[in-house]
Protein backbone atom coordinates (compact mmCIF):
# COMPACT_ATOMS: atom_id res chain seq x y z
CA UNK A 1 0.00 0.00 0.00
CA UNK A 2 1.69 3.70 -0.55
CA UNK A 3 1.97 5.72 2.05
CA UNK A 4 -0.78 8.18 0.65
CA UNK A 5 -3.60 5.46 0.32
CA UNK A 6 -3.83 5.25 4.03
CA UNK A 7 -5.94 7.96 6.14
CA UNK A 8 -5.62 9.29 9.18
CA UNK A 9 -8.35 9.91 11.71
CA UNK A 10 -8.44 11.31 15.42
CA UNK A 11 -7.87 9.25 18.32
CA UNK A 12 -7.99 10.92 21.91
CA UNK A 13 -10.09 14.18 20.54
CA UNK A 14 -13.64 13.59 19.59
CA UNK A 15 -14.40 13.70 15.98
CA UNK A 16 -16.67 16.83 16.26
CA UNK A 17 -14.65 18.73 18.85
CA UNK A 18 -14.02 22.12 17.05
CA UNK A 19 -10.01 23.02 17.70
CA UNK A 20 -10.94 26.75 17.39
CA UNK A 21 -12.68 26.65 20.20
CA UNK A 22 -11.05 27.04 23.60
CA UNK A 23 -14.13 25.65 25.58
CA UNK A 24 -13.94 22.30 23.65
CA UNK A 25 -10.09 22.50 23.78
CA UNK A 26 -9.30 22.98 27.71
CA UNK A 27 -11.07 19.50 28.89
CA UNK A 28 -8.78 17.21 27.05
CA UNK A 29 -5.83 19.53 28.46
CA UNK A 30 -7.59 18.98 31.86
CA UNK A 31 -7.98 15.39 31.39
CA UNK A 32 -4.43 14.67 29.98
CA UNK A 33 -3.39 16.65 33.37
CA UNK A 34 -5.39 14.31 35.68
CA UNK A 35 -4.90 10.77 34.13
CA UNK A 36 -3.00 8.92 36.55
CA UNK A 37 0.62 7.76 35.12
CA UNK A 38 1.71 4.29 36.92
CA UNK A 39 2.95 2.39 34.23
CA UNK A 40 5.23 2.56 31.24
CA UNK A 41 2.15 1.75 29.27
CA UNK A 42 0.08 4.22 30.51
CA UNK A 43 2.75 6.61 30.39
CA UNK A 44 3.47 5.86 26.59
CA UNK A 45 -0.33 6.01 25.65
CA UNK A 46 -0.54 9.51 27.81
CA UNK A 47 2.27 10.85 25.05
CA UNK A 48 0.18 9.07 22.24
CA UNK A 49 -3.03 11.13 23.09
CA UNK A 50 -0.95 14.45 23.76
CA UNK A 51 -0.10 13.73 20.32
CA UNK A 52 -3.13 13.62 18.71
CA UNK A 53 -4.06 16.32 20.62
CA UNK A 54 -1.29 18.46 19.47
CA UNK A 55 -1.76 17.28 15.88
CA UNK A 56 -5.47 18.66 15.80
CA UNK A 57 -4.95 21.81 16.78
CA UNK A 58 -1.76 22.36 15.01
CA UNK A 59 -3.70 21.73 11.83
CA UNK A 60 -6.26 24.27 12.83
CA UNK A 61 -3.67 26.98 13.08
CA UNK A 62 -2.27 25.52 9.74
CA UNK A 63 -5.51 25.70 7.93
CA UNK A 64 -6.45 29.20 9.07
CA UNK A 65 -2.62 30.60 8.59
CA UNK A 66 -2.23 28.75 5.09
CA UNK A 67 -5.79 30.57 3.73
CA UNK A 68 -4.27 33.87 5.06
CA UNK A 69 -1.39 33.54 2.90
CA UNK A 70 -3.22 32.76 0.23
CA UNK A 71 -5.46 36.04 0.35
CA UNK A 72 -4.03 38.27 2.69
CA UNK A 73 -6.97 40.90 1.89
CA UNK A 74 -9.70 38.42 2.87
CA UNK A 75 -10.82 40.50 6.41
CA UNK A 76 -12.66 37.32 6.77
CA UNK A 77 -9.65 35.01 7.09
CA UNK A 78 -7.41 37.34 8.38
CA UNK A 79 -9.99 37.16 11.21
CA UNK A 80 -9.88 33.94 11.95
CA UNK A 81 -5.96 33.29 11.46
CA UNK A 82 -5.93 36.31 14.16
CA UNK A 83 -8.26 34.83 16.73
CA UNK A 84 -6.39 31.56 16.26
CA UNK A 85 -2.83 34.13 17.24
CA UNK A 86 -4.57 35.84 20.25
CA UNK A 87 -7.45 33.15 21.77
CA UNK A 88 -5.69 29.06 21.02
CA UNK A 89 -2.08 29.19 20.64
CA UNK A 90 -1.52 31.29 23.90
CA UNK A 91 -3.52 29.26 25.98
CA UNK A 92 -2.23 26.28 24.57
CA UNK A 93 1.51 27.30 25.59
CA UNK A 94 1.10 26.69 29.09
CA UNK A 95 -1.07 23.92 28.74
CA UNK A 96 1.76 21.88 26.64
CA UNK A 97 4.44 23.60 29.59
CA UNK A 98 2.59 22.16 32.11
CA UNK A 99 2.41 18.26 30.75
CA UNK A 100 5.66 18.39 29.94
CA UNK A 101 7.00 19.59 33.47
CA UNK A 102 4.70 16.41 34.45
CA UNK A 103 6.49 14.34 31.82
CA UNK A 104 10.04 15.74 33.10
CA UNK A 105 9.29 15.02 36.80
CA UNK A 106 7.91 11.16 36.16
CA UNK A 107 9.39 8.26 37.83
CA UNK A 108 8.18 6.39 34.92
CA UNK A 109 10.16 8.53 32.43
CA UNK A 110 13.07 5.93 33.30
CA UNK A 111 11.35 3.29 32.20
CA UNK A 112 10.93 4.89 28.36
CA UNK A 113 12.48 2.67 25.96
CA UNK A 114 15.77 3.91 24.50
CA UNK A 115 16.93 4.71 21.78
CA UNK A 116 13.36 5.47 20.92
CA UNK A 117 12.49 8.28 23.30
CA UNK A 118 15.82 9.52 23.29
CA UNK A 119 15.31 12.67 20.78
CA UNK A 120 11.51 12.75 22.59
CA UNK A 121 13.51 13.01 26.06
CA UNK A 122 16.86 15.62 24.81
CA UNK A 123 13.81 17.92 23.27
CA UNK A 124 11.36 17.90 25.87
CA UNK A 125 13.90 18.80 28.85
CA UNK A 126 15.53 21.61 26.33
CA UNK A 127 12.14 23.30 25.93
CA UNK A 128 10.58 22.82 29.62
CA UNK A 129 13.60 24.57 30.78
CA UNK A 130 13.53 27.48 28.36
CA UNK A 131 9.57 28.22 28.78
CA UNK A 132 8.34 31.30 30.54
CA UNK A 133 4.75 32.02 30.61
CA UNK A 134 5.69 36.03 30.50
CA UNK A 135 6.78 35.01 27.37
CA UNK A 136 3.37 33.91 25.75
CA UNK A 137 2.00 37.17 25.07
CA UNK A 138 5.23 38.52 23.56
CA UNK A 139 5.41 36.20 21.56
CA UNK A 140 1.70 36.53 19.98
CA UNK A 141 2.82 40.24 19.39
CA UNK A 142 5.40 38.54 17.27
CA UNK A 143 3.58 36.44 15.06
CA UNK A 144 0.82 39.75 14.25
CA UNK A 145 3.96 42.02 13.69
CA UNK A 146 5.21 39.35 11.06
CA UNK A 147 0.99 39.10 9.78
CA UNK A 148 1.70 42.92 9.55
CA UNK A 149 4.94 42.54 7.57
CA UNK A 150 3.56 39.43 5.06
CA UNK A 151 0.10 41.80 4.43
CA UNK A 152 2.38 44.84 3.53
CA UNK A 153 4.89 42.99 1.24
CA UNK A 154 1.25 41.38 -0.63
CA UNK A 155 0.19 44.30 -1.40
CA UNK A 156 3.03 45.55 -3.07
CA UNK A 157 2.13 46.14 -6.79
CA UNK A 158 3.33 48.35 -9.89
CA UNK A 159 1.85 49.16 -13.02
CA UNK A 160 3.90 48.05 -16.10
CA UNK A 161 2.96 46.92 -19.29
CA UNK A 162 -0.64 48.19 -19.25
CA UNK A 163 -1.98 46.46 -15.97
CA UNK A 164 -0.67 46.06 -12.17
CA UNK A 165 1.56 43.40 -11.51
CA UNK A 166 2.79 41.66 -8.16
CA UNK A 167 6.41 42.34 -8.18
CA UNK A 168 6.87 38.44 -8.03
CA UNK A 169 5.47 38.87 -11.22
CA UNK A 170 7.76 41.53 -12.37
CA UNK A 171 10.97 38.96 -11.88
CA UNK A 172 10.25 37.61 -15.38
CA UNK A 173 11.89 41.39 -17.01
CA UNK A 174 14.73 40.61 -14.61
CA UNK A 175 15.59 38.10 -17.71
CA UNK A 176 14.62 40.49 -20.65
CA UNK A 177 17.91 40.74 -23.36
CA UNK A 178 16.45 44.40 -23.65
CA UNK A 179 18.37 46.03 -21.14
CA UNK A 180 16.31 49.11 -21.04
CA UNK A 181 13.64 46.86 -19.78
CA UNK A 182 15.58 45.42 -17.17
CA UNK A 183 16.63 48.44 -15.82
CA UNK A 184 13.07 50.28 -16.04
CA UNK A 185 11.46 47.57 -13.99
CA UNK A 186 14.40 46.43 -11.83
CA UNK A 187 13.99 50.43 -10.73
CA UNK A 188 9.86 50.69 -10.36
CA UNK A 189 10.17 47.49 -8.09
CA UNK A 190 13.13 48.57 -5.88
CA UNK A 191 11.02 51.96 -5.53
CA UNK A 192 8.13 50.49 -4.80
CA UNK A 193 9.89 48.66 -2.29
CA UNK A 194 11.73 51.81 -0.94
CA UNK A 195 7.72 53.44 -0.66
CA UNK A 196 7.15 50.99 2.53
CA UNK A 197 10.64 51.41 3.88
CA UNK A 198 10.14 53.57 6.97
CA UNK A 199 7.13 51.00 7.35
CA UNK A 200 8.88 47.57 7.58
CA UNK A 201 11.75 49.31 9.48
CA UNK A 202 9.51 50.04 12.34
CA UNK A 203 7.85 46.87 12.56
CA UNK A 204 11.34 45.24 12.66
CA UNK A 205 12.38 47.73 15.40
CA UNK A 206 9.25 46.27 17.60
CA UNK A 207 10.38 42.63 16.70
CA UNK A 208 13.86 43.35 17.59
CA UNK A 209 12.55 45.21 21.08
CA UNK A 210 10.00 41.88 21.68
CA UNK A 211 12.74 39.51 20.99
CA UNK A 212 14.83 40.74 23.18
CA UNK A 213 12.58 40.70 25.63
CA UNK A 214 11.43 37.28 25.03
CA UNK A 215 15.63 36.49 25.73
CA UNK A 216 16.09 38.51 29.16
CA UNK A 217 12.56 36.99 30.03
CA UNK A 218 14.51 33.23 29.95
CA UNK A 219 17.74 34.87 31.31
CA UNK A 220 19.70 34.96 28.35
CA UNK A 221 21.98 38.16 27.43
CA UNK A 222 20.75 38.07 23.61
CA UNK A 223 18.01 36.71 21.35
CA UNK A 224 20.42 35.22 19.27
CA UNK A 225 21.62 32.58 22.27
CA UNK A 226 18.03 32.39 23.33
CA UNK A 227 16.81 31.22 19.95
CA UNK A 228 19.57 28.92 19.19
CA UNK A 229 18.03 26.97 22.03
CA UNK A 230 14.38 27.62 21.55
CA UNK A 231 15.67 25.43 17.71
CA UNK A 232 17.70 23.32 20.10
CA UNK A 233 21.00 23.27 17.74
CA UNK A 234 22.33 20.74 20.01
CA UNK A 235 24.73 19.39 16.73
CA UNK A 236 26.39 23.06 16.78
CA UNK A 237 26.51 26.68 18.01
CA UNK A 238 26.81 30.41 17.09
CA UNK A 239 30.85 29.56 16.64
CA UNK A 240 30.55 27.41 14.07
CA UNK A 241 27.90 29.58 12.32
CA UNK A 242 30.77 31.94 12.56
CA UNK A 243 33.25 29.62 11.02
CA UNK A 244 31.36 28.43 8.12
CA UNK A 245 30.62 32.37 7.30
CA UNK A 246 34.71 32.47 7.39
CA UNK A 247 34.81 29.63 4.79
CA UNK A 248 32.17 30.93 2.61
CA UNK A 249 34.19 33.86 2.82
CA UNK A 250 37.45 32.22 1.58
CA UNK A 251 36.47 29.64 -0.92
CA UNK A 252 32.76 30.87 -1.98
CA UNK A 253 32.75 34.42 -2.79
CA UNK A 254 36.00 34.89 -4.94
CA UNK A 255 34.26 31.72 -7.00
CA UNK A 256 31.12 33.77 -7.30
CA UNK A 257 33.07 37.60 -8.25
CA UNK A 258 34.90 35.32 -11.24
CA UNK A 259 31.56 33.99 -12.24
CA UNK A 260 30.23 37.40 -12.42
CA UNK A 261 33.52 38.83 -14.17
CA UNK A 262 32.82 36.37 -16.69
CA UNK A 263 29.25 37.49 -17.15
CA UNK A 264 30.30 41.06 -17.30
CA UNK A 265 32.45 40.27 -20.47
CA UNK A 266 30.43 38.23 -21.80
CA UNK A 267 27.45 40.45 -21.82
CA UNK A 268 30.07 42.97 -23.00
CA UNK A 269 29.41 45.84 -20.62
CA UNK A 270 31.82 48.12 -18.68
CA UNK A 271 29.92 47.33 -15.47
CA UNK A 272 27.50 44.77 -14.24
CA UNK A 273 24.41 45.91 -12.96
CA UNK A 274 21.81 44.81 -10.30
CA UNK A 275 19.40 44.42 -13.56
CA UNK A 276 22.43 42.42 -15.12
CA UNK A 277 22.79 39.30 -13.28
CA UNK A 278 19.72 37.43 -14.25
CA UNK A 279 19.66 37.49 -17.44
CA UNK A 280 21.38 35.09 -19.85
CA UNK A 281 24.71 36.09 -21.07
CA UNK A 282 24.07 35.51 -24.89
CA UNK A 283 21.08 37.82 -24.62
CA UNK A 284 18.48 34.60 -25.09
CA UNK A 285 15.18 35.01 -23.50
CA UNK A 286 14.31 34.05 -20.70
CA UNK A 287 13.39 30.12 -20.00
CA UNK A 288 10.15 29.62 -20.60
CA UNK A 289 9.68 26.27 -18.57
CA UNK A 290 5.74 26.32 -18.84
CA UNK A 291 2.61 28.84 -19.61
CA UNK A 292 0.18 27.51 -17.20
CA UNK A 293 -0.31 25.79 -13.77
CA UNK A 294 -2.03 22.38 -14.72
CA UNK A 295 1.00 22.21 -17.61
CA UNK A 296 3.43 23.23 -14.92
CA UNK A 297 2.00 20.46 -12.56
CA UNK A 298 2.29 17.92 -15.55
CA UNK A 299 5.37 18.37 -16.45
CA UNK A 300 6.96 18.63 -12.93
CA UNK A 301 5.01 15.24 -12.21
CA UNK A 302 6.60 13.29 -14.73
CA UNK A 303 9.68 14.30 -13.52
CA UNK A 304 9.65 12.86 -10.15
CA UNK A 305 7.73 9.83 -11.68
CA UNK A 306 11.28 9.10 -14.21
CA UNK A 307 13.09 9.67 -10.35
CA UNK A 308 11.29 6.95 -8.54
CA UNK A 309 7.73 6.16 -9.04
CA UNK A 310 6.33 6.26 -5.91
CA UNK A 311 7.33 10.06 -5.74
CA UNK A 312 5.64 10.45 -8.37
CA UNK A 313 2.36 8.85 -7.58
CA UNK A 314 2.36 10.59 -4.60
CA UNK A 315 2.43 13.72 -6.05
CA UNK A 316 0.01 12.75 -8.75
CA UNK A 317 -2.35 12.56 -5.43
CA UNK A 318 -1.30 15.91 -4.04
CA UNK A 319 -2.08 17.68 -7.52
CA UNK A 320 -5.67 15.49 -7.30
CA UNK A 321 -6.13 16.41 -3.78
CA UNK A 322 -5.65 20.11 -4.70
CA UNK A 323 -3.02 20.27 -2.05
CA UNK A 324 -1.23 22.84 -4.29
CA UNK A 325 -1.24 26.91 -4.31
CA UNK A 326 1.21 27.69 -7.19
CA UNK A 327 -0.20 30.75 -9.03
CA UNK A 328 0.50 34.46 -8.03
CA UNK A 329 -1.88 36.64 -8.02
CA UNK A 330 -2.80 40.07 -6.31
CA UNK A 331 -3.24 39.62 -2.11
CA UNK A 332 -0.95 36.77 -1.91
CA UNK A 333 1.77 36.57 0.21
CA UNK A 334 5.02 36.51 -1.13
CA UNK A 335 7.94 33.48 -1.57
CA UNK A 336 6.92 29.78 -1.45
CA UNK A 337 6.85 26.88 1.69
CA UNK A 338 5.55 23.47 2.78
CA UNK A 339 3.06 23.13 5.42
CA UNK A 340 2.00 19.89 7.19
CA UNK A 341 -1.55 19.32 8.02
CA UNK A 342 -0.71 17.32 11.49
CA UNK A 343 -4.13 15.55 11.82
CA UNK A 344 -4.65 14.12 8.28
CA UNK A 345 -1.04 14.06 7.83
CA UNK A 346 -0.66 15.60 4.44
CA UNK A 347 1.59 17.78 2.71
CA UNK A 348 0.67 21.64 1.48
CA UNK A 349 2.59 23.87 -1.24
CA UNK A 350 2.44 27.21 -1.54
CA UNK A 351 4.32 29.34 -4.05
CA UNK A 352 4.20 32.47 -6.79
CA UNK A 353 4.83 30.99 -9.70
CA UNK A 354 4.80 33.21 -12.66
CA UNK A 355 6.65 31.03 -15.56
CA UNK A 356 10.48 31.11 -14.93
CA UNK A 357 13.28 28.26 -14.26
CA UNK A 358 13.00 29.85 -10.69
CA UNK A 359 9.67 28.09 -10.19
CA UNK A 360 10.52 25.03 -11.49
CA UNK A 361 13.19 24.82 -8.86
CA UNK A 362 10.98 26.00 -6.11
CA UNK A 363 8.54 23.82 -6.94
CA UNK A 364 11.02 20.59 -7.02
CA UNK A 365 12.30 22.40 -3.50
CA UNK A 366 8.74 21.97 -1.93
CA UNK A 367 8.17 18.73 -3.17
CA UNK A 368 11.26 17.03 -1.78
CA UNK A 369 10.32 18.71 1.75
CA UNK A 370 6.48 17.49 1.29
CA UNK A 371 7.79 13.77 0.52
CA UNK A 372 9.30 14.44 3.49
CA UNK A 373 6.42 14.74 4.91
CA UNK A 374 4.78 11.62 3.45
CA UNK A 375 7.37 9.41 4.29
CA UNK A 376 7.12 9.51 7.97
CA UNK A 377 3.57 10.16 8.33
CA UNK A 378 2.71 6.79 9.50
CA UNK A 379 5.02 7.76 12.52
CA UNK A 380 2.59 7.84 15.74
CA UNK A 381 4.56 10.60 17.35
CA UNK A 382 4.11 14.07 16.12
CA UNK A 383 7.49 15.34 17.23
CA UNK A 384 8.95 12.73 14.93
CA UNK A 385 6.68 13.77 12.02
CA UNK A 386 9.06 16.88 12.36
CA UNK A 387 12.41 17.00 11.80
CA UNK A 388 15.26 19.47 12.43
CA UNK A 389 15.68 22.67 9.66
CA UNK A 390 19.01 20.95 9.09
CA UNK A 391 17.81 17.69 7.75
CA UNK A 392 14.47 19.22 6.34
CA UNK A 393 16.48 21.06 4.24
CA UNK A 394 18.15 18.60 2.92
CA UNK A 395 15.88 16.73 1.66
CA UNK A 396 14.46 19.76 -0.84
CA UNK A 397 17.93 21.14 -1.56
CA UNK A 398 18.75 17.38 -2.32
CA UNK A 399 15.44 17.23 -4.64
CA UNK A 400 16.91 19.72 -7.11
CA UNK A 401 20.40 18.13 -7.01
CA UNK A 402 18.45 14.52 -7.61
CA UNK A 403 15.48 15.78 -10.23
CA UNK A 404 18.29 17.55 -12.49
CA UNK A 405 19.06 14.64 -14.70
CA UNK A 406 15.18 15.07 -15.66
CA UNK A 407 14.99 18.50 -16.53
CA UNK A 408 14.37 17.75 -20.28
CA UNK A 409 10.68 17.50 -19.29
CA UNK A 410 11.10 20.94 -19.75
CA UNK A 411 13.74 21.99 -21.46
CA UNK A 412 15.66 20.41 -24.83
CA UNK A 413 19.35 20.85 -26.52
CA UNK A 414 20.46 24.61 -25.22
CA UNK A 415 18.07 25.26 -23.07
CA UNK A 416 18.74 21.81 -21.02
CA UNK A 417 21.95 23.25 -20.75
CA UNK A 418 21.13 26.74 -19.79
CA UNK A 419 18.93 25.07 -16.86
CA UNK A 420 21.23 23.00 -15.71
CA UNK A 421 24.05 26.13 -15.74
CA UNK A 422 21.71 27.72 -13.59
CA UNK A 423 20.95 25.56 -11.16
CA UNK A 424 25.44 25.33 -10.43
CA UNK A 425 25.51 28.97 -10.43
CA UNK A 426 23.11 29.56 -8.23
CA UNK A 427 24.47 27.05 -5.86
CA UNK A 428 27.35 29.71 -6.09
CA UNK A 429 25.29 32.66 -5.58
CA UNK A 430 23.53 31.35 -2.51
CA UNK A 431 26.31 30.43 -0.19
CA UNK A 432 27.34 33.98 0.07
CA UNK A 433 23.65 35.30 0.30
CA UNK A 434 23.22 33.01 3.20
CA UNK A 435 26.18 34.07 4.71
CA UNK A 436 25.02 38.13 4.97
CA UNK A 437 22.01 37.05 6.25
CA UNK A 438 23.02 34.89 9.01
CA UNK A 439 26.16 36.91 9.89
CA UNK A 440 23.22 40.20 9.97
CA UNK A 441 21.54 38.75 12.39
CA UNK A 442 23.90 37.88 14.28
CA UNK A 443 25.06 41.65 14.50
CA UNK A 444 21.55 42.63 14.74
CA UNK A 445 20.59 40.29 18.35
CA UNK A 446 24.23 41.03 19.17
CA UNK A 447 23.54 44.92 18.91
CA UNK A 448 19.82 45.01 20.02
CA UNK A 449 19.42 48.77 21.02
CA UNK A 450 20.99 49.99 17.63
CA UNK A 451 19.32 52.38 14.95
CA UNK A 452 17.67 51.98 11.75
CA UNK A 453 21.21 53.85 10.65
CA UNK A 454 23.66 51.67 12.53
CA UNK A 455 21.74 48.64 10.85
CA UNK A 456 22.01 49.74 7.21
CA UNK A 457 25.67 50.73 8.00
CA UNK A 458 26.43 47.19 9.28
CA UNK A 459 24.68 45.50 6.33
CA UNK A 460 26.62 47.59 3.59
CA UNK A 461 29.73 46.10 5.10
CA UNK A 462 28.69 42.43 5.13
CA UNK A 463 27.54 43.53 1.64
CA UNK A 464 31.12 44.25 0.97
CA UNK A 465 32.49 41.50 2.63
CA UNK A 466 30.38 38.73 0.99
CA UNK A 467 28.39 40.50 -2.04
CA UNK A 468 29.23 40.21 -5.45
CA UNK A 469 31.00 43.22 -7.93
CA UNK A 470 27.36 44.56 -8.85
CA UNK A 471 27.59 48.41 -9.52
CA UNK A 472 24.92 50.33 -7.36
CA UNK A 473 25.43 53.60 -8.20
CA UNK A 474 22.85 55.83 -8.00
CA UNK A 475 20.55 53.57 -5.94
CA UNK A 476 22.63 52.47 -2.67
CA UNK A 477 19.38 53.58 -0.93
CA UNK A 478 18.09 50.10 -1.97
CA UNK A 479 21.19 48.74 -1.45
CA UNK A 480 21.02 49.43 2.09
CA UNK A 481 17.44 48.34 2.40
CA UNK A 482 17.92 44.87 0.21
CA UNK A 483 16.95 42.82 3.49
CA UNK A 484 13.65 43.84 3.83
CA UNK A 485 12.61 41.21 0.89
CA UNK A 486 13.94 38.50 3.08
CA UNK A 487 10.92 37.29 5.19
CA UNK A 488 13.06 35.08 7.14
CA UNK A 489 14.46 38.13 9.24
CA UNK A 490 10.63 39.01 10.32
CA UNK A 491 9.31 35.57 10.14
CA UNK A 492 11.60 33.11 11.75
CA UNK A 493 14.43 34.70 13.08
CA UNK A 494 18.33 32.76 12.37
CA UNK A 495 16.19 30.15 10.66
CA UNK A 496 18.54 30.83 7.28
CA UNK A 497 21.93 29.25 8.11
CA UNK A 498 19.83 25.73 7.74
CA UNK A 499 19.87 26.38 4.16
CA UNK A 500 23.86 26.77 3.54
CA UNK A 501 24.37 23.84 6.22
CA UNK A 502 21.92 21.45 3.90
CA UNK A 503 23.17 22.49 0.89
CA UNK A 504 26.79 21.24 1.84
CA UNK A 505 24.53 17.98 2.51
CA UNK A 506 22.44 18.24 -0.84
CA UNK A 507 26.26 18.62 -2.97
CA UNK A 508 27.24 15.11 -0.99
CA UNK A 509 24.20 13.67 -2.04
CA UNK A 510 24.28 15.00 -5.76
CA UNK A 511 27.72 14.01 -5.44
CA UNK A 512 26.73 10.26 -4.61
CA UNK A 513 24.12 10.10 -7.29
CA UNK A 514 26.80 10.46 -9.60
CA UNK A 515 28.64 7.85 -8.38
CA UNK A 516 25.55 5.20 -7.52
CA UNK A 517 21.77 6.98 -8.29
CA UNK A 518 20.07 3.51 -6.74
CA UNK A 519 21.92 3.84 -3.59
CA UNK A 520 22.02 7.22 -3.03
CA UNK A 521 18.11 8.02 -3.61
CA UNK A 522 17.70 4.69 -1.65
CA UNK A 523 19.86 6.42 1.57
CA UNK A 524 17.90 9.83 1.00
CA UNK A 525 14.47 8.33 1.32
CA UNK A 526 15.63 6.12 4.00
CA UNK A 527 16.93 9.01 5.74
CA UNK A 528 13.45 10.48 4.89
CA UNK A 529 11.33 7.71 6.99
CA UNK A 530 12.99 7.82 10.41
CA UNK A 531 11.32 11.77 10.42
CA UNK A 532 12.95 13.66 13.36
CA UNK A 533 13.44 10.29 15.51
CA UNK A 534 17.52 10.15 15.16
CA UNK A 535 19.68 13.04 16.49
CA UNK A 536 20.63 15.15 13.67
CA UNK A 537 24.09 13.38 12.56
CA UNK A 538 22.63 9.65 12.53
CA UNK A 539 19.94 11.49 10.01
CA UNK A 540 22.51 12.56 7.66
CA UNK A 541 24.47 9.02 7.91
CA UNK A 542 21.19 7.50 7.02
CA UNK A 543 21.20 9.17 3.74
CA UNK A 544 24.84 8.65 3.40
CA UNK A 545 26.40 12.09 4.22
CA UNK A 546 29.03 13.75 6.75
CA UNK A 547 26.97 16.11 9.37
CA UNK A 548 30.25 18.99 8.63
CA UNK A 549 29.76 22.13 7.11
CA UNK A 550 33.97 23.24 7.45
CA UNK A 551 35.83 24.76 5.00
CA UNK A 552 37.71 20.94 4.77
CA UNK A 553 34.01 19.51 3.35
CA UNK A 554 33.17 22.55 1.82
CA UNK A 555 36.17 23.01 -0.68
CA UNK A 556 36.09 20.04 -3.01
CA UNK A 557 32.37 20.59 -3.19
CA UNK A 558 32.35 24.12 -4.54
CA UNK A 559 35.21 22.74 -6.73
CA UNK A 560 32.94 19.51 -8.11
CA UNK A 561 30.68 22.97 -8.84
CA UNK A 562 33.00 24.71 -10.90
CA UNK A 563 34.13 21.97 -12.65
CA UNK A 564 30.66 20.95 -13.58
CA UNK A 565 30.23 24.63 -14.60
CA UNK A 566 33.61 24.30 -16.74
CA UNK A 567 31.89 21.50 -18.67
CA UNK A 568 28.37 23.33 -19.04
CA UNK A 569 28.83 25.58 -22.20
CA UNK A 570 27.14 29.50 -21.21
Known amino acids: MD ?26 FDELDRRPLETAEQFQQWLLDQS ?3 ACIQEEGTRRRVAMTCQTDDPAKEKAHLHFLEQIEPKCKPRWQKLQERYVASPIRAELPMPRYFVYDRSTTAAVKLFREKNVPLQTEDDKLDQQYKKLCAAMTVQYDGREQTLQQMGKYQRDPDRTVREKTWVLVAERRLQDR ?9 LVRIRQQIAKNADYENFRDYQFQAYQRFDYGPKDCMAFHDAIEKIVVPARRALQEQR ?28 AIPEFCEKTAKVFHRLDPELGRQFDAM ?36 GLHSDVMTLLHEGGHAFHAIACRSEPLIAYRHYGMEMAEVSS ?15 KGDDLIRAKREQFEDTLMIFPWIATIDAFQHWIYLHPNHTPEERTKAWL ?24 RQLHLFSVPFYYIEYGIAQVGALQLWQNAKRDPRKALAQYKAAQALG ?39
Open 3 to 28: AMDVQYSRQYVQAAADMGDWAQIEPL
Open 52 to 54: DLE
Open 198 to 206: DKIDAIFDQ
Open 264 to 291: RKSLGVDRLRPWDVLVDTRNRPALKPFQ
Open 319 to 354: IEAKWLDLDSRKGKAPGGYQSTFDEHRHPFIFMNAV
Open 397 to 411: MGMEMLALDYLDEFY
Open 461 to 484: ELQDRFGGIEDWSGYETAKGALWH
Open 532 to 570: GSRPLPELWQAAGLKFDFGAATLRPLIEAVQAELARLPE
